[in-house]
């Protein structure tokens, strides 16, 4: 089978969501830097990053998978990473401050209030 089969395979497995093929075309030797997946340029990782699918992410990454190379936008996944991580923070919940005091003003209001009374 060609390299360029085996990458469209790697390529359909990603986007059915089958990471033990993925894995197994991976094992077989696929490169998945060989070439860009869409007409943006981007790369499998590219995907992976923007559709923050982490098994794949990681999988792709622990197989030699390049976060350097550009796009035609001149993105890496790399950056698209930190673009999706800045995403992920807009979109959660920010914590409610807390009106709780905190021991240390226990301690030394209880101090003072014992010192007043034994005095």
């Known amino acids: 089978m060609s390299a360029k089969k085996r990458f469209q395979q790697l390529v359909q497995a990603y986007h059915l969501t089958d990471v033990a093929t993925l894995e197994a075309l991976l094992d077989a030797g696929v490169d998945p830097d060989t070439a860009p997946v869409n007409d943006a ?20 990454l ?7 190379i ?36 226990i301690t030394s209001r209880a101090t003072a209030f014992t010192t007043r009374r034994g005095s």
């Open 41 to 60: 340029g981007d790369t499998l990782l590219m995907l992976a990053v923007r559709q923050e699918r982490r098994e794949a992410v990681l999988l792709l």
């Open 62 to 68: 622990g197989r030699g998978a390049s976060a350097l």
């Open 70 to 105: 550009a796009n035609r936008a001149g993105e890496t996944a790399h950056s698209l990473g930190g673009q999706a991580s800045d995403r992920r923070a807009r979109a959660r919940p920010r914590p409610r401050p807390t009106t709780r005091a905190t021991p240390c003003c």
